[in-house]
């Protein structure tokens, strides 16, 4: 009886650690070149991240829309950051991908959205 007793804690233990691993925040720090897509307007943009073991986020942005420092969150897969230009505040919201890119959508000020896929810079 303690045998079957000790497995089943064990198997919960595992099921446990499985579980928190999953919640885990995927790590976006790096440098990435993001392809951006606005009302169909295709243009270019490189973003440099540290994320926080808490998952704050701190970056840069350079792109045809300005050059600015930006904060966020990460959570899960999911991250988001803010950074203010001339043009207003502009909302990237995106998710890490498995094959290493992340993909997502950005808020111009509410004036228009887009879309846009970053890939680690070489």
Known sequence: ???????????????????ASSVASADVSGSWSFAVEVMGQNGVASVTMAQGSDGS?????????GDADFTG????????????????SITY????????????????????EGT????KAD
């Not at 009886?1 to 579980?19: G, N, Q, W």
């Not at 986020?57 to 829309?65: D, E, F, L, V, W």
């Not at 846009?116 to 890939?119: A, D, K, Q, Y």
């Open 1 to 19: 009886m303690l045998k079957k007793t000790l497995h089943t804690i064990s198997m919960a233990f595992c099921a446990c650690l499985l579980l």
């Open 93 to 112: 919201k995106g998710t890490l991908q498995e094959d290493g890119t992340i993909k997502g959508s950005l808020d111009l000020s509410g004036m228009a």
């Open 73 to 88: 969150t990460a959570t899960g897969n999911d991250f988001q950051f803010v950074l203010v230009v001339d043009v207003g």
């Open 116 to 119: 846009f896929v970053g890939r």
């Open 57 to 65: 986020i701190a970056g840069h942005y350079t792109g045809q829309i």
